[in-house]
T-cell receptor
Framework: ETGVTQTPRHLVMGMTNKKSLKCEQHLGHNAMYWYKQSAKKPLELMFVYSLEERVENNSVPSRFSPECPNSSHLFLHLHTLQPEDSALYLC?????????????FGPGTRLTVL | AQKVTQAQTEISVVEKEDVTLDCVYETRDTTYYLFWYKQPPSGELVFLIRRNSFDEQNEISGRYSWNFQKSTSSFNFTITASQVVDSAVYFCALRVYNQGGKLIFGQGTELSVKP
């Protein structure tokens, strides 16, 4: 595997379900990110992790819970979501979270909340 | 406040035409980075270019070229001799020093190249 991978690629869940999105990066990076891409809206940063520590939380509702067990893996745990949470969730990684480092993205998980 | 504007929502061209995608940004920071990403139908954002605020040299990479002009706060992207495989949504993004890891994206331009 190369680059940034995400599983599952598609997920349909009810509002009472609990599910998790997984991201894995094979680039040896130390920073990882979750973004949300909704229809007709710009990509929004949700969380930033650097060396497994959360460094930014962009006012995201608590029904989204991130976890970064090591620098290669990032999870987004979902519970009691709303239909408006349906979106493409993109994971990214960069060498560090500093300004100059380029973020490389995974293919995303298309989430539908019924 | 930081902002990126891509005024062209959709562009349609015929193969082999040249096409320019516009990007205008706003920031009061003197140190910042600009990026372009391509998002094909598969969904993955593909990194195309990174440019820092102190380097106004234009760049060419094959059929792609970028024109960075600080005087007009623009970072435009031109595809020469477009091909069907160029069809995708293209995003311009800004990253400034005091925003941590945050990339501020424009709304994207959907490019459709028809054979």
């Amino acid at each position: 595997e190369t680059g940034v991978t995400q599983t599952p690629r598609h997920l349909v869940m009810g509002m009472t379900n609990k599910k998790s999105l997984k991201c894995e990066q094979h680039l040896g990076h130390n920073a990882m990110y979750w973004y949300k891409q909704s229809a007709k809206k710009p990509l929004e940063l949700m969380f930033v992790y650097s060396l497994e520590e959360r460094v930014e939380n962009n006012s995201v509702p608590s029904r989204f819970s991130p976890e970064c067990p090591n620098s290669s893996h990032l999870f987004l745990h979902l519970h009691t979501l709303q239909p408006e949470d349906s979106a493409l969730y993109l994971c990214a990684s960069s060498q560090t979270p500093i300004l100059a480092d380029t973020q490389y993205f995974g293919p995303g998980t298309r989430l539908t909340v019924l | 406040a930081q902002k990126v504007t891509q005024a062209q929502t959709e562009i349609s061209v015929v193969e082999k035409e040249d096409v320019t995608l516009d990007c205008v940004y706003e920031t009061r920071d003197t140190t910042y980075y600009l990026f372009w990403y391509k998002q094909p139908p598969s969904g993955e954002l593909v990194f195309l270019i990174r440019r820092n605020s102190f380097d106004e040299q234009n760049e060419i990479s094959g059929r792609y070229s970028w024109n960075f002009q600080k005087s007009t706060s623009s970072f435009n992207f031109t595809i020469t001799a477009s091909q069907v495989v160029d069809s995708a949504v293209y995003f311009c993004a800004l990253r400034v020093y005091n925003q941590g890891g945050k990339l501020i994206f424009g709304q994207g331009t959907e490019l459709s190249v028809k054979p």
